[in-house]
Each structure stands twice: as structure tokens, then as C-alpha cells.
């Protein structure tokens, strides 16, 4: 009895309900419980039951005819389906579970089936507009139900309703041998779980080659469902709320095969977690050169969330594959990838990778590593692979990277590396250690992909980084070969890179490393304002044989790179390294105000074969190159090292310059020539030992000092002499180069044959030919010296005047010296006095072996003021002032005593 009522509950668990004209019949072998009967539309079998579960270790075989198409299952008693054995049918049909009530699959649930499988706790299921078979009216199925079914209804909502799949039973193998677990579809089939919630607590869904599609709604609702011969997709509404999907606890949906395979996703929020992962493409030795792998597709209204050791959503062209990958594409509110997570499009074999598309209205957050493995978004071509990187794109509200998160795109194998994209409505942010970068790694040969970044502000903080490069040989493989990549920034607001850690400095960085054939990219920025500090750099270098990249900043507000940390100075940076080959690239800033402070820097140098890269700074408003840190004084710095490269030219335009506190223009060589020195200005401060040069042959050899040309036709260049502020053009053997100054005064700085601690302007050589010193200033002559008063007094009378009372004006005549009239007669002259200090017209130049050029004076008067020395009278009885004091004879001027009279 006890035995016969034991099999009774259990056969009791899949029971017909008795509503179709021709109802399911369940039989039962042992623990098979065959499904016969139902009701036939043409080539759709019609199946309604009041329970439905398949208990474990048994099987529920629907037996149906080999014409069948769709298997459409109901279940009306209001109780889940639960399914911890195998689910069979027979031929190629199709199988559709609906159950209100929820669907549950077991760890040891199982699907054998020869076609899709389609599980749902939608309400009914639509036939174009012949009806429909309901699972909650319990209604007649039409005989005109004879077409694909269209659409799922959903209209009764049961918030306990959902679809559970722990499923890891044992299902063979995949196609390229590797053992699968979960349930499985055929080859090239469809799995799809709709309703409510729908989760995946450890279990594994696989359709290879095929599709796997998840989602469900929130309210009322139709959702589409499109037939094209196996593949059975879904078209979920717009504006209709939508429920949770989640996988955890190392959940896994495979599609990888020899080409097709895709996953879709449909959900209020999207979780996978705890080393759960989506994995398309196509699978390890498949493919052909024309095989293309399907796409995985994450839609969501509310956030996306990635997170743990092993997460994943990958779409990858696997080792020994030949083919395309497909792509990645994400729709949502928010993104999130945590503690190791990674989503990646990259090629193993032998094909181009897919792109990864990323479209966020919200926040993307990307933070952590764990085990090693950073977080990130990456396309790789691998090494030993032939191929092409796909692209990574990110639309977004902001873009959060921090704790080693990453974003990559680079290639190891051959073929060329994608771009990184990041698109922002508001904040792009990278902080601790975490990076952007396209890399032509050592082994591959292509080229490095470019990083575009759009948004309202950057920040690079704390070792954070945008890199682009070609890298050297490895202890495994030779130098890459490919140039790099370029940084693009467009930011509506402020750059603000700040800070190292772990002794590395945030920044943004394109460089060719040593050994490599490859050119630098370029780095651009345009901003609204910019600042680099605390040691942040940008640096566009090669150490290989190749030109490095330029360096071109637009702001239109300010322009602040100031301090050090640690090693680390702030600065922007050109640089040919020693054994390499190739050009330097420029540096060109266009700014409202420019500031250089404590230590920070400009550099454009050589040290190996070529030139180095040119300095140009414009700064509408103001520049300012002031301070100093741990010895390292800041300025514009060109310099070039090399036996064969020349130093680079430094152009500045602003209306006021300031150099202050040891402040460098400084455009040198070690053994080559100088560069030049450009600057357009209409005021010069040289303060605290500032300094402006070209100066050749630092090392004691050979070399032309560069040229200065300094342009403030309507300005002033205004040193404090005893400051020892200097313009200096010196060589050692070579020439002196040249200093052409147009200014309308030089205050408190003159032309000198050799530097002295005072502030001066010098063009010499230690061994060589000096060079020549020009000022063009239109109100100095220093060759005017002083002229000698006469020695003889002229007898000079006040005029008489009027009486007291009288018509006639009083006259006067005062000498008031040089110092010009204090404020009134009892107080001493104040600072606003004008007093003029004797100049030194003839410098000693006995330390020198050549003889020091003239500076050459040229002045814009047309006729020189000479003092007067004497008086005449000419014919017609007019006083006529005189500089001939020798030749003149003085006069006494006597005049008759003035009448006052009233007429």
C-alpha cells in the first residue's frame, strides 16, 4: 500500500486537466511517464495539464509525431513546475512549457529535445491574430491555430512567478569536445526562459551555435516572438517595466560554436555574479575564414552588474579557431564591473575580433582586482593570433575607473590593435592605478589603436593613466612593430591630472620603446582649462627608431602645471632617448593664462640620433614661469644631447611674460647647436635669477649658440640689476649666437661681453667668435654719454614784474636740478621722484681672448635732444638756445624796468 501510494504521488505530478477537445494522456513506464494525446492545429500539438513537475531521476517523453513543429504545453493548476528530471521529445519539434506559476529547474534537470525550447510564465501564447491558448482562461484552441505562435501575453502578474534553472546535470559534449553541464538545446537551437524573475543560482544554459535569450515583464504586457526556422528570438516592449535577471554562484550560458551563437538578455537589473559568465564566439579548432560568431546583447532598464573573481561576458575567436568574432553590446542605466570582472571581444585564432559597444545614460563603474585580475573592458588580439582588434566604445553619463580597473585594446599576435572610445555627458574619471590603454605588444606586429575621450571634465589621479605605445622585446619575443596610437581629449570643462603611487605618475603617455621600428603617436587636448601637479606628466617619447609625437594642448581659461611628488616632477615631455633614432616631437600650448610653478617643466630633447621637438606656448592673458623644487628650477627646457641633432626652438606669444625665482626659457645643447628663442611680448619680467638661453656646447665642444628675438615693440623688458637675471646666446668653441631685442625700454638688464653676477645679456664664446647683441629701443642711446656744462656762469636775470596792483601776469624762472621738485618746498624727494643712474658705457673685457662685438643701437628718433649749453640773440631779438658753449660768447640779458600803467 505504501509503495502504491508513493507512485500515485508521483505520477500525480504530471496530470492532465481535461480541457481540450482531444486531452493529454499520460502513461507511466517505470519512471517514464509518456505523454500522448493532445490537441493537433495542423503542425502545432496542444498539451494542457494541472500539474507538471518531473520528479528526479524520471522522465517526461511527449510522443508526438514526426510532422510536428511546436510542442505547446500549459499548465492550469496554479501550482510551479518543478523539473529535477528529463524533459524528452520526439523528431525536430519545438517545446513550449507555460506555467503562470513558475517554472523551477533542478540541479539535475535535463532537456533531450530536437528542437528550441521555450519556458515561460506568461499568461498565453499568440497566434498572429487567429487567437491564442491560454494557461489562465483554460480556453479551446482554435483549430485555425495552425502558424507559429508570435507573441508571449503576459497580463496576470504573480510576483512569485519565476523562472529558477539550477541545472548542472551532465549534457555531453560541446562541439569542440569539451564537456557541457545544464541544460542543452541542439546545436543551432534556441533556449528561452521568460516570465518573471528569472534567475540562475549555479545552473548552466547551452545552445551551441544557437541562442539563449532571458528576460521577463513587470506589468502587463505582449512580448514578441519571432520564428525563422530554428532560431526562435524574442522583441520585448518599450516603456513596459521589466523584472530582475540574475546569475550567481558560477552560473554559465554557453553559444560558442562553429559560427552563429547568441545571448540576449532583457531585464529591469542584470546581475552576474560570484564567477558566473556569458560566453559566445566561436569554440577552440572551429571555423573557417568565413565564419562569422553571433553577438551577445545585455538590455536593461535599471543597472548592470558584474562583479566577482571570474565574471565574465566574453565573445572571443578561441585558439586554433578560424572566423569572426561578433560583438558585445550593452544597453542600461548603469554598468558595473567589480572585483575582477571583465567583459572582452578579443581573437585567439585566426579572424578579427568584435567590437564592444557600450550605451549608458547613468554611471559606468569600473573598480577593483582580485586574485590579480583587474576589472575592465578589453579587446586583445592575442599572441600567435592574425587579426584585427575590434573597437570599444563607451556612451555614458560618467565613466569611473579606480584600484588597477582597466580598459585595453592591444595586440600581441598580428594585426592591428582597436580604438578606445568614452563618450560622456558629465565626469570621466581614472584613479589609483587604473588605465586606458592601446598597446603593439613585444612579438606582434600592427598598429596601435587610438584613445578618444569626449566629456564634460577628465581626472587622472593617483598612478592613473591614458598610454598608448609600441613596446620593446620581451624575455619570450622580439620589439612590436607598429606605430602607436594617438590620445585625443575633448573635454568642455577641466583636465585635472594629479599624483603618483606605487612609484609611477598619473598621466597621459605615447611611446615607442626601445628596440622598436615604430613611430610615437600624438597626444591633443582641448579644454575649457587644464591643470598637471603633484608630478603628473604627458609625455610623448621614442626610444626605438621612429619620430616621437606631438603634444598639442587648446584651453580656452587657464593653463596650471605646478609641484612635484616624490621623484616625480609635473611637466609635459618630448623625448628622443639615447640610442634611438628619430625625431622629437612638439610641444604646442594655446591658452587664455599659462602658469609653470615649483620645479614643474617643459622638455623637448635628444639624447640619441635626431632632433628634438619645438616648444610654442601662446597664452592669451598671461605666462608665468616661477619656482623651484628640490634644486630643479621650472621652465621651457630644449635641449639636445646628440653629436648629430640640434636643440629644438621655444616661440612664446603672451602679452605679459614673467620669469621669477630662477624662471627658464632654455633652448641648449650639449655639443650641437643651440635652438632659438622666440618671444612676442608686451611686457618682459626677469626676476630672482630667471633666465632665457641658447647657449651651445654645455659639454665643452662644438656648437653655435642658438638666436634670441625678443619682440615688444610697444613694451618693456624690466630686470632688477643686481639679480643676476640673464639673456645669454654663449657657445664654448663655436659662435655666439645672436640676441635681437625691439622694445620700447630695457630697464635694470644691458648687453654685456661675458656674464657677471648682475643681470646681463650676452652673446660670447669661451674659444670662439662671439656673437652680436641688438637693441632696437626708440628712447635709449646709450652712446649719447653726458655732455660737459661750460665752466664760464651765465649771468641769468628773473624779469621784473609789475608792481602791486598792476594789469601784468608775474613771471618766474626756477632751476630745479635733476631729481626734478619735491611735493612742496619742507619735504624730501618720495619714491615717485624720477632719478637716473650713470651707466658704464665701455665693459672690461680683459677675461676674454676674443675681442667682444659692439652691440649695434639702433633708435627711432629722427634728431637726438642735446642739452643746451649757451644762448644768442638772432635778428629778430629772439633768445636762441645753443650747444656750442666753446664758440659762444655769453650774453647778459638787461631789460628796462617794466611800466605798470593803466592804459
Known amino acids: 500500500m505504501l509503495i502504491a501510494s508513493l507512485q500515485e504521488r508521483v505520477f500525480a505530478q504530471i496530470t492532465p486537466d481535461g480541457t481540450l477537445p482531444n486531452n493529454s494522456i499520460v502513461t507511466r513506464d517505470g519512471n517514464i511517464f509518456n505523454i500522448t494525446g493532445g490537441t493537433q492545429a495542423g503542425s502545432n500539438l496542444f498539451h494542457s495539464f494541472q500539474e507538471f513537475s518531473v520528479p528526479n531521476g524520471g522522465t517526461a517523453s511527449f510522443n508526438n ?11 492550469t493548476g496554479g501550482s510551479a513546475s ?55 482562461d483554460k480556453n479551446i484552441p482554435s483549430p485555425l491555430l495552425t502558424i507559429n505562435p508570435s507573441a508571449l501575453l503576459i497580463n496576470q502578474i504573480n510576483q512569485n512567478a519565476a523562472i529558477q534553472n539550477n541545472s548542472v546535470a551532465f549534457a555531453g559534449q560541446d562541439p569542440a569536445g569539451f564537456y557541457a553541464f545544464g541544460l542543452r538545446v541542439p546545436d543551432s537551437k534556441s533556449l528561452l526562459l521568460v516570465g518573471g524573475n528569472v534567475s540562475m543560482d549555479g545552473g548552466e544554459l ?7 535569450e532571458l528576460g521577463g515583464l513587470g506589468e502587463p504586457g505582449t512580448v514578441a516572438l519571432g520564428i525563422d526556422g530554428d532560431n526562435l528570438s524574442l522583441k520585448f516592449p518599450e516603456n513596459v517595466a521589466r523584472t530582475s535577471v540574475s546569475l550567481t554562484n558560477q552560473a554559465a550560458i554557453y553559444v560558442e560554436g562553429a559560427g552563429g551563437g547568441n545571448i540576449a538578455v532583457n531585464a529591469s537589473n542584470l546581475d552576474i555574479l560570484g564567477g558566473s559568465i556569458l560566453t559566445a564566439g566561436i569554440g577552440q579548432g572551429l571555423g573557417t575564414p568565413e565564419t562569422v560568431a553571433g553577438n551577445i546583447t545585455l538590455n536593461a532598464t535599471g543597472k548592470i552588474k558584474v562583479a566577482g573573481t571570474g565574471s565574465s561576458v566574453s565573445n572571443l575567436v578561441r585558439l586554433e579557431s578560424q572566423g569572426n568574432g561578433g560583438n558585445i553590446t550593452i544597453d542600461s542605466d548603469s554598468l558595473s564591473l567589480q572585483d575582477g570582472a571583465q567583459i572582452a571581444a578579443s581573437t585567439l585564432g585566426q579572424g578579427n575580433a568584435g567590437n564592444v559597444n557600450v550605451n549608458v545614460t547613468g554611471a559606468v563603474d569600473i573598480t577593483g582586482d582580485k586574485n590579480g585580475l583587474a576589472s575592465g573592458i578589453n579587446s586583445f588580439v592575442q599572441r600567435g593570433a592574425v587579426g584585427n582588434e575590434g573597437n570599444i566604445t563607451i556612451d555614458s553619463g560618467s565613466l569611473s575607473l579606480r584600484d588597477r580597473a582597466q580598459i585595453a585594446a592591444s595586440t600581441l599576435g598580428q594585426g592591428n590593435a582597436g580604438n578606445v572610445t568614452v563618450r560622456a555627458k558629465n565626469a570621466v574619471s581614472l584613479a589609483s592605478n587604473a588605465y586606458i590603454f592601446s598597446t603593439v605588444e613585444a612579438g606582434s606586429v600592427g598598429k596601435g589603436g587610438n584613445i578618444d575621450i569626449n566629456a564634460a571634465t577628465l581626472s587622472l589621479i593617483d598612478q592613473a593613466n591614458l598610454v598608448t605605445t609600441t613596446r620593446g622585446a620581451s624575455a619570450t619575443a622580439p620589439a612590436g612593430r607598429g606605430d602607436a596610437g594617438n590620445v585625443n581629449v575633448k573635454v568642455s570643462g577641466k583636465v585635472d591630472i594629479a599624483g603618483e603611487k606605487n612609484g609611477f605618475s598619473s598621466g597621459i603617455s605615447s611611446f615607442v620603446e626601445a628596440g622598436t621600428v615604430a613611430n610615437g603617436g600624438s597626444i591633443t587636448i582641448d579644454s575649457g582649462s587644464f591643470s598637471l601637479r603633484d608630478g603628473a606628466q604627458i609625455a610623448a617619447s621614442t626610444l626605438g627608431q621612429g619620430n616621437a609625437g606631438n603634444v598639442n594642448v587648446k584651453v580656452t581659461g587657464k593653463v596650471d602645471i605646478v609641484g612635484r611628488k616624490n621623484r616625480f616632477f609635473s611637466g609635459i615631455n618630448s623625448l628622443v632617448q639615447t640610442g634611438a633614432v628619430g625625431n622629437g616631437g612638439n610641444i604646442n600650448i594655446d591658452s587664455g593664462s599659462f602658469s609653470l610653478q615649483d620645479g614643474a617643466y617643459f622638455t623637448a630633447s635628444t ?67 643651440g635652438g632659438n628663442i622666440n618671444l612676442q611680448t608686451d611686457l618682459l619680467l626677469l626676476r630672482r635669477g630667471a633666465s632665457i638661453s641658447t647657449s ?34 654663449d657657445a664654448y668653441t663655436g659662435s655666439g649666437g645672436r640676441v635681437d631685442i625691439q ?31 641688438e637693441l632696437n629701443t626708440p628712447d635709449i642711446d646709450p652712446n649719447s654719454g653726458l655732455v660737459n656744462l661750460p665752466t ?51 665693459p672690461n673685457n680683459n677675461n676674454r681672448s676674443s675681442s667682444f662685438v659692439p652691440s649695434k643701437i639702433t633708435t627711432f628718433t629722427p634728431e637726438r635732444i642735446i642739452e643746451a649749453t649757451g644762448a644768442t640773440l638772432n635778428a629778430k631779438g629772439q633768445i636762441v638756445l645753443t650747444a656750442n658753449s666753446s664758440t659762444a660768447t655769453p650774453h647778459t640779458f638787461r631789460q628796462n624796468p617794466i611800466q605798470c600803467s593803466g592804459s
Open 206 to 212: 547551452n545552445a551551441y551555435s544557437g541562442r539563449v
Open 743 to 773: 622694445a620700447f625700454g630695457i630697464y635694470g638688464i644691458q648687453p654685456r661681453s661675458n656674464p657677471t653676477p648682475l643681470s646681463d645679456i650676452t652673446a660670447s664664446s669661451e674659444f670662439g667668435v662671439s656673437g652680436t647683441v
Open 696 to 729: 651651445a656646447g654645455t659639454d665643452q665642444v662644438g656648437g653655435n649658440g642658438g638666436n634670441i628675438t625678443i619682440n615688444a615693440p610697444s613694451g618693456f623688458i624690466v630686470a632688477v640689476p643686481s639679480e643676476n637675471s640673464d639673456i645669454t646666446a
Open 82 to 136: 518543478k523539473i529535477e528530471g528529463l524533459i524528452r521529445a520526439s523528431g525536430t519539434a519545438n517545446l513550449f512549457l507555460i506555467n503562470p506559476s513558475g517554472i523551477i529547474f533542478g540541479r539535475d534537470a535535463r532537456l533531450d529535445i530536437g528542437g528550441s525550447f521555450v519556458g515561460t510564465t506568461a499568461n498565453a501564447l499568440q497566434f498572429g491574430n487567429r487567437g491564442f491558448f491560454s494557461a489562465t
Open 65 to 75: 509525431a514526426v510532422d510536428i513543429q511546436n510542442i505547446i504545453s500549459r499548465v
Open 607 to 673: 639624447l640619441g640620433q635626431g632632433n628634438a621637438g619645438a616648444i610654442k606656448v601662446n597664452a592669451a592673458d598671461f605666462l608665468t614661469i616661477s619656482g623651484k623644487s628640490a634644486n630643479f628650477t621650472s621652465g621651457l627646457f630644449v635641449n639636445s644631447q646628440s653629436p648629430t641633432g640640434t636643440a629644438g626652438d621655444i616661440i612664446v606669444t603672451s602679452p605679459r611674460v614673467t620669469l621669477d625665482n630662477g624662471g627658464r626659457l632654455n633652448a641648449q645643447s650639449a655639443s650641437g647647436n
Open 792 to 842: 664760464v656762469p651765465v649771468n641769468t636775470q628773473v624779469a621784473q614784474t609789475c608792481q602791486a596792483g598792476g594789469n601784468l601776469a608775474k613771471s618766474s624762472f626756477t632751476i630745479i636740478g635733476r631729481g626734478g621738485l619735491p611735493p612742496n618746498p619742507g619735504e624730501a624727494l618720495n619714491t615717485d621722484a624720477v632719478q637716473v643712474d650713470l651707466v658704464t658705457l665701455n
